[in-house]
Nanobody, 124 residues
């Protein structure tokens, strides 16, 4: 059980910022590592960022290092992905995922709970 709901996507211009949110319900959020993945049309789902269950560790894809920041707020049962200096190649559907007592997993199979996704479109 448990549900993840993403929000915060939209249409922006290159160089703009967005903050995605992933609200969790029905699970003990402070026990879950969180990840963000994205999938563009015709492409496989790819890793973006992850944070460990205790918030002590984080990991990023090379393509977003220095631009994106993952965080989690246990009091709000919400994970975030702050995205700065967005580029057209960041355009994709973004999904959050959760894994019980997980560290910073970077493959989809590391996670067993997924949200429905939120679309991010970056125009040049």
């Amino acid at each position: 059980q448990g549900q993840l709901v993403e929000s915060g996507g939209g249409l922006v211009q290159a160089g703009d910022s967005l903050r995605l949110s992933c609200a969790a319900s029905g699970l003990t959020f402070n026990r879950y590592g969180m990840g963000w993945f994205r999938q563009a049309p015709g492409k496989e789902r790819e890793f973006v960022a992850a944070i460990s269950w205790d918030g002590d560790k984080s990991d990023y894809a090379d393509s977003v290092k220095g631009r994106f920041t993952i965080s989690k707020d246990t009091a709000k049962s919400t994970a975030y992905l702050q995205m700065n200096n967005l580029k057209p190649e960041d355009t994709a559907a973004y999904y959050c995922a959760a894994r019980l007592y997980g560290e910073t997993g970077s493959t989809p199979s590391d996670y067993n709970k997924w949200g429905q996704g939120t679309q991010v479109t970056v125009s040049s």
